[in-house]
């Protein structure tokens, strides 16, 4: 009679199957060699004896031991997105990173959006073998619109709208201009020129009349 053992070499990952069971064979009995186990995120080595694949075999006159060793999966990979907080609108196109390694955590940096702030500098992910996403949300950055009277601003002269802040993007409507009897008014300017209703930069405005 002589023993056939099966052992893991190397490290055992948390969760991995039993090996085979120990058996007793007689020389020159057959010996199968057991199915390979499987383990989420791992890759098995197959059965080796002496390190070559084992196969079938007629027991020699001495005990042998199989093995075999469990391999990270390193062909796993994740995606980030970049979306609007609460309306999930893509601002960024997807970056998606491959070659990433089953259970290692990997770190990606916010990027600049024009007009947005994220949420978060920074994000983590830890792979597994499902779907591994980084989620970045912005959300709209608020400037101010200023209106101010330029040169002599005569006695009695209406007060000037009062400040206001919009989102990034959103519609300003210019107010209505100002009147005074005795005097006529230039019109709202922006940058000398004649003021519309516009949509919110990435700056405050400063709208002007005299």
Do not use: C
């Not at 093995?67 to 796993?76: A, F, H, Q």
């Not at 979306?83 to 290692?104: A, C, I, Q, S, Y």
């Not at 990027?111 to 996403?133: C, F, K, M, Q, R």
Request: charged fraction near 20%; proline fraction near 6%; avoid cysteine.
């Amino acid at each position: 009679n002589y023993k056939v053992t099966y052992e893991y070499a190397d490290t055992i990952p948390s969760g991995a199957p039993a090996v085979p069971a120990e058996k007793t064979y007689l020389y020159d009995d057959p010996v199968e060699i057991a199915g390979d186990p499987s383990l989420d995120g791992y890759t098995f080595s197959g059965w080796k004896i002496d390190d070559e694949a084992a196969a079938n075999f007629s027991m020699p006159s001495h005990d042998v031991t199989i093995t075999g060793s469990w391999i990270k999966r390193s062909d796993l990979s994740y995606t980030v997105k970049y979306l609007e907080k609460d309306t999930d609108k893509v601002l960024h196109d997807d970056k998606t990173v491959g070659n990433r390694t089953f259970g290692e955590t990997y770190t990606e940096s916010a990027i600049a959006i024009t007009g947005y702030t994220p949420e978060d500098a920074e994000l983590s992910v830890t792979i597994t073998t499902g779907s591994n996403e980084i989620i970045f949300y912005y959300s709209k950055n608020s400037y101010k619109v200023t209106y101010e009277y330029e040169g002599t601003v005569p006695d009695n002269a209406p007060a000037v709208p009062a400040e206001t802040s919009h989102l990034y993007d959103s519609l300003v409507t210019i107010a209505q201009a100002p009147t005074l009897d005795g005097y006529t008014f230039s019109g709202w300017k922006i940058d000398d020129e004649a003021a519309a209703n516009f949509s919110m930069p990435t700056h405050d405005v400063t709208i002007t009349g005299s």
